[in-house]
């Protein structure tokens, strides 16, 4: 099992990509959460199998069609098993 924390940058505010990082984790079966940051970025945690946070991963290097991903960074953490579905913070 696999925790990590990463950072979207580019045009990924407004553009409806946590709704769709949300669908596509619970379509990997993680769990964690996605949330804008006032700086412009997404901001989210990954739990779950490794294959799948690596396949989460890669879909946030793309994100939704509206979007333009610049850079994503990630930090793996301990993984914690903490949460019990993937939701997205205000």
Known sequence: MKRVHAYISGRVQGVFFRAEAQRAAKGF???????????GRVEAVFEGEDENVDEMLKWC?????AARVEDVLTEEEPY???????SIKY
Not at 29 to 39: C, H, K, S
Not at 80 to 86: A, H, I, L, V, Y
């Open 61 to 65: 290097h793309i994100g939704p069609p």
């Open 29 to 39: 079966n993680l769990t964690g959460w996605v949330r804008n940051i006032a700086d």
């Open 80 to 86: 914690t098993g903490e949460f019990r579905d993937f």
